[in-house]
């Protein structure tokens, strides 16, 4: 096991003058740790989530909300950090299968398919605008105000896709202040970062501010040539003057840059306008394999030996654990065998019958994971009254996500894939914010999105015989929504919330499907004879819903509010983007979800202690998950146990509930403490479609039934050396699964426990800052996803002492 190390930053903040820099200014984020240490009171957290600014403690919804001060405390850099201390939220980055995509659920709900013809589950925001794709939602956390994680379905507040929760990031406006900061930061696996932003005045009423920040870092899986490992094995060799290293997997090289300007032409009218790209030129996430399934027709799939020989993929290629059939496996769980390339063969028929020459033409792809993005929005608010503004949200923005993929990892190459995603979208949206008096404030407003992507790639599964180009397929959408929100203050401690908003969906999907060398397929009975009726086909989708939401609330004291509300969403629906077979272009219709939710916010403790708690009861209808087991249908007269199968289906409804706990405390000056903590139980109570083996036992994928996690802190005060604060951060869950079949051999992610700390020092002005961050000191070996197709694949955490 690797030992940890640590990481270095130091921040340097300053403020522009007539003669150039100057070292007197301070950077607000470092200002706000020290308000709060020195006064020892909870600072107000301010939050939009109901199209207005009102503090947290003040606003019916179960919300977790960091501003940029605990970001900077908690050293956390991207959106899956923040949501790791969030209750009854899973976001991280998805598997070597699935690009530059995230895994996200919030309570149960949620998708892990990037795929353009599904819809995910959890809406991302950031400022305001929508970001209709899971793919390019592993968000670095780039110059940011706050991030407002919303639990429970926003349908009305944040409309498309909002069904589990929404997740919302604000970043930093320019203000003209003259500011700016700097950080740079130095750590294992030759981690280099850095990150700034510069706040600037151009004119009287016209400001800009530029931010940018660099990630890179090593990889941290190691590809190993088996053949070089293991001579006189038989497995053809991939060596190329590295000894018998191939590469490594896991590394990053990010970097992003975002321009936003302000004007304010009258003072009543505010213009933002902002524009931001992103060049990530990765490897393939890392990815290792942990088991073989005998049963899989993938393990009936050959390569040709150095002798002419067959070799099959079996659990000799399991480089760890106590799977491994390799009486000399190197027990190393951050290592191998993946080479990328595939010359493999199958069987001419089952398993059980005599196999053959087939021989594939060598399919090699690079292993990457590039993905480029840029965007541009305008924010127009226009206040036409003393109670009334208009807020005009305007955004396009587009990416293209190329990535490679060899699910089996190991040198056979039983699936083998290169594919691009290109999307772009443009969105309008309309709001009008406005009072009646002191009795009702409300947000009427529309929206409008169109879409349009794409997905091309090379697929080769040569234990199906299939060796074929995916697509472009291409994928067109537009929605259109109406809504309204009000909230009527009945009396001085007693408010009424309600809402509306009527959506409408039409999603156009075409199918191509060509052989590896571009030409038509032809033969129905030949290689990629299954996909012949394919190509040229289109499915189209199209919907309307109405979601609503109602919500009494009662202010007790001002330091005393509780609140009940009821609130719907849902998810569109589609048609399968990947059919291996005519027979698998199957529909599926929308999911719905129904929540009712009781809550409490408290300040106690003289506004020294925050305790906001919720508990909910969900109905959850047509569920839709994306199945790695679909019915198999004969191929060329031949009944297969298994057949390639990527298939979104209703799979049955349930009834999710759970209780929700955060807190922060400030028992005396310095010393702070934040908590959370989630029990979430699912449980089916219908089951539609019984061929997916799917049973009411199981749950949803990435749905631990307990979360928890504590931090704790405390600034030593050094007097003119400044002050030095360590800081611990312990976070834990249970084991979920992570494929809609559960299975615990196969696709459960063990609980697991992570402990980070820091040391940071702070000058006295606080315009100075070094930091020393550990991730997992304890050295937990654990895994974010797994793939379970024909082998139990996953990714791993990276190794102590690194974070991203």
Request: aromatic share 10%; charged share 15%.
């Amino acid at each position: 096991m690797q030992s940890a190390t640590v990481s270095s930053s130091i921040v340097r903040t300053f403020v522009r003058t007539a003669l150039g820099a100057s070292l007197i200014g301070t950077l607000a984020v470092s200002q706000v740790l020290a308000q709060s240490s020195e006064s020892g009171e909870l600072q107000e957290v301010v939050v939009t989530a109901q199209f207005r600014k009102q503090d947290l403690q003040q606003t019916p919804i179960a919300i977790t909300a960091v501003n940029a001060a605990m970001l900077e405390q908690r050293n956390q850099t991207d959106i899956a950090q923040v949501a790791s201390q969030a209750p009854n939220v899973t976001l991280q980055p998805n598997g070597a299968a699935f690009g530059s995509s995230m895994v996200a659920f919030i309570r149960g709900v949620g998708q892990t398919d990037f795929n353009l013809a599904l819809e995910p589950g959890v809406g991302i925001y950031v400022d305001d605008v929508y970001y209709a794709t899971l793919t390019g939602s592993v968000l670095d956390l780039l110059d940011l105000d706050r991030v407002e994680i919303l639990r429970g379905p926003q349908g009305t507040l944040a409309g498309k896709n909002s069904i589990g929760g929404a997740i919302k990031l604000f970043s930093q406006q320019p203000t003209g202040e003259g500011a700016a900061y700097l950080q740079a930061t130095y750590g294992s696996l030759n981690r280099i970062d850095a990150r700034g932003a510069g706040d600037f005045k151009i004119a009287d009423n016209l400001f800009a501010r530029i931010s940018f920040a660099s990630k890179h870092h090593d990889g941290y899986v190691t590809r190993v040539d088996y053949a070089c490992t293991h001579p006189g094995s038989n497995v053809p060799g991939h060596s190329v003057g590295d000894g018998c290293v191939l590469g490594k997997d896991g590394s990053q090289a990010f970097d992003a840059a975002r321009v936003a300007l302000r004007w304010t032409p009258t003072e009543n009218i505010d213009v933002n306008i902002a524009g931001d790209a992103t060049n990530d030129q990765s490897s393939v996430q890392a990815n290792t394999l942990l088991r073989v399934n005998p049963a899989s027709l993938g393990a009936a799939t050959y390569t040709k030996g150095v002798n002419g020989a067959p070799v099959f993929f079996d659990s000799r290629f399991v480089p760890y654990g106590p799977f491994s059939t390799d009486p000399n496996r190197p027990n190393d769980p951050y290592m191998s065998y993946t080479t990328y390339t595939s010359n493999a063969a199958s069987v001419a028929g089952p398993p059980t019958a005599p196999f053959g020459p087939d021989p594939y033409a060598p399919i090699v792809v690079p292993p990457i994971n590039h993905f480029k993005s840029w965007g541009v929005s305008g924010d127009v608010a226009w206040t036409l009254a003393e109670k009334l503004t208009l807020r005009s949200i305007t955004a396009y923005r587009d990416y293209t996500n190329q990535f490679a993929e060899q699910t089996d990892a190991s040198p056979v190459g039983v699936q083998i894939l290169l594919q691009r995603q290109f999307h772009n979208q443009f969105s309008e949206e309309l709001r009008l914010n406005g009072s009646v008096g002191s009795a009702v404030d409300y947000t009427v407003g529309g929206f409008y999105m169109r879409q349009g992507g794409g997905l091309n790639a090379r697929v080769g599964l040569p234990w199906v015989k299939f060796d074929f180009i995916h697509g472009p397929d291409s994928t067109i959408a537009k929605t259109y929504a109406a809504f309204a929100n009000a909230e009527w203050h009945l009396a001085e401690k007693l408010n009424l919330i309600g809402g509306v908003r009527y959506s409408d969906e039409k999603k156009t999907y075409v199918y191509f499907r060509h052989n590896a060398d571009g030409t038509e397929v032809t033969d129905p009975n030949g290689y990629n004879g299954a996909v012949f009726l394919l190509n040229g086909r289109s499915a189209t989708f199209k919907g309307t819903r109405t979601d609503y939401r109602a919500s009494l609330n009662f202010q007790a004291t001002s330091d005393v509010m509780t609140y009940a509300s009821i609130s719907t969403g849902f998810k569109g629906g589609g048609v399968n983007p990947r059919p291996f077979y005519p027979s698998q272009t199957l529909s599926f219709k929308p999911e719905t979800l129904t929540a009712y939710e009781i809550g409490t916010k408290l300040n106690l403790l003289d506004n020294h202690m925050r305790f906001n708690v919720a508990a909910f009861y969900n109905n959850y209808k047509d569920i839709q998950l994306t199945l790695n087991t679909c019915p198999t249908p004969p191929l060329n007269g031949v009944q297969y146990p298994a057949a390639p199968c990527a298939l979104p289906a209703n799979v049955g409804s349930a009834h999710v509930k759970g209780v929700e706990v955060e807190t922060e405390i400030h028992p005396i000056d310095r010393f702070e403490i934040d908590a959370s903590a989630s029990w979430l139980d699912f449980g089916y109570t219908e089951i539609t479609n019984p061929t997916t083996g799917i049973t009411r036992d199981m749950v949803t994928p990435y749905t631990p039934k307990w979360k928890w996690s504590v931090g704790t802190q405390y600034e030593a005060p050094l007097g003119d050396a400044g002050s030095i604060t360590p800081r611990f951060d312990v976070s834990h869950q249970s084991p979920e699964f992570a494929n809609a079949t559960n299975n615990v051999d196969w696709n459960r992610i063990d609980s697991h426990t992570v402990l980070n700390g820091s040391l940071t020092w702070r000058s006295k002005d606080v315009s100075w800052q070094g930091a020393l961050n550990v991730t997992n000191i304890t050295n937990k070996l654990y895994y974010l996803t797994l793939f379970d197709t024909h082998t139990s694949a996953g990714v791993p955490e990276r190794p102590a002492g690194h974070a991203a």
